[in-house]
């Protein structure tokens, strides 16, 4: 507005100029004084016109510099996420305003100065925030499915995996009679309790290092991988030689220190979903394993708690599609702890099949009568045999219809 006014004046005055000089008062003094005014105004237009278009070309140049910053400032923002470095160091970012307020020579103050790069730093901060609400789990950050290898046993490959074993590892006979019927089968995993965190501390606590040595004794004889449950961060650092999937079970999906002691082993973790926990704070509780540089995850949904009683826990299918859509990682469903009820086994598992679960688990025993843990929910060998072979059918005929 100030530029089409300045404009607009010195056209009046040139028009007035025009018309004085083209009459009789030429020569007169008021026609030199108009002459000498207007070519005052028009030196003070020319000069404030260059000041104008200098303070828009250092604009411009300050906006390019910010942008060329904020781009400087997303590469060091990935490689100080590549490497696990905090991404805003206050000491730093500190001693980076002294040096720029040190280097101030005016007009500006030390304040105003301060003041400006603060912004600069808190804009910078927002260019992170929506990444970093984002989790790694999750489909935002990579599209392509997760496949899981398991010493070259993939899961989450396209084809349904299963686990077995028995709730509690008891003693060698046991178990190497499950491993047996389980690699009869021509299956690869092996699934055992060493550590069995109870809600009674008067129950069966299971075998602990003697339990996982048993593990790895059957497991090499019948080449399977073993997938056990680890309840702490120092039971992870003699365990982790014996077992090939560390299982995090319910009762520890929020155990922040197992979580993140988990991601940094790099062995394939199976993280059970809490039974009071939404999908959110399970996809939370694997992005602590993810975000510590273990990717190779596999997410269990074992049925959450309700007001339910005629199943041990009430079986939440819809979290199958819903972790499908929302993370990359693969998901199998444990349907033994999901119902609690041998005459469940079988229905959840189709249905677990069909809604797009990558693979079963379930809990089978030579003997369930006389098992030390859950012994009305886990299989015997011959409803086992049962249950794998109506499975293995049901399954085929999904991977038909795909």
């Known amino acids: 507005m100030t530029l089409k006014r300045n404009y607009f004046i010195i056209s009046k005055w040139q028009s007035i100029y025009k018309c004085f000089s ?18 005052c105004m028009m030196v003070k237009y020319t000069e404030l016109e260059e000041y104008r278009k200098q303070i828009h070309d250092i604009n411009l140049k300050i906006l390019s510099l910010l942008s060329e910053r904020g781009y400087v400032e997303k590469k060091l923002h990935s490689i100080r996420e590549n490497e696990g470095v905090i991404n805003f160091d206050p000491i730093q970012e500190q001693m980076m305003l002294d040096l720029i307020v040190e280097k101030n020579e005016g007009p500006y103050s030390n304040q105003s100065i301060e003041q400006i790069f603060k912004e600069i730093l808190k804009a910078t901060l927002s260019l992170f925030e929506e990444d970093s609400q984002t989790l790694y789990v999750s489909r935002a950050k990579k599209s392509e499915d997760t496949v899981v290898s398991v010493n070259g046993e993939l899961i989450g490959a396209g084809h349904p995996s299963f686990i077995f074993g028995p709730c509690s590892v008891e003693s060698y006979e046991q178990t190497r009679k499950v491993a047996q019927a389980v690699k009869e089968k021509g299956l690869t995993f092996l699934r055992g309790g060493a550590f069995k965190p109870r809600t009674s501390p008067y129950d069966f606590q299971g075998l602990g290092l003697d339990g996982l040595k048993i593990l790895k004794e059957v497991g090499t004889e019948f080449n399977l991988q073993i997938v056990s449950e680890i309840v702490s961060p120092d039971q992870l650092e003699f365990a982790i030689d014996y077992i090939d999937v560390i299982q995090i079970g319910a009762r520890n999906m929020q155990n922040f220190e197992l979580l993140k002691a988990a991601g ?24 602590y394993i993810y ?43 444990d349907v033994t702890h999901s119902t609690g009820r041998k005459d469940l086994l079988l229905p959840a598992a189709r249905a ?10 379930a809990e089978v025993h030579p003997n369930p009568k006389f098992a030390m843990s859950d012994a009305q929910q886990q299989m015997d060998l011959v409803e086992f045999d049962h249950f794998f072979k109506e499975i293995m059918d049901f399954s085929s005929g999904i991977i038909k219809k795909v």
């Not at 677990?352 to 688990?361: E, F, K």
């Open 22 to 39: 083209s009459r009789l008062f030429k020569n007169s003094f008021l026609i030199k004084l108009l002459d000498k005014l207007l070519g």
């Open 264 to 287: 940094r082993s790099r062995k394939p973790v199976l993280l059970k979903r809490g039974f009071a926990a939404t999908i959110e704070e399970f996809l939370n509780a694997a992005e």
């Open 291 to 333: 975000s510590s540089g273990n990717h190779q995850i596999i997410l269990c949904e074992r049925g959450i708690r309700t007001f339910e009683k005629s199943t041990r826990n009430t079986l939440d299918i819809t979290a199958v599609p819903i972790l499908k859509r929302e993370t990359h990682l693969p998901v199998i469903v």
């Open 352 to 361: 677990a099949l069909a809604i797009g679960a990558d693979g079963i688990m």
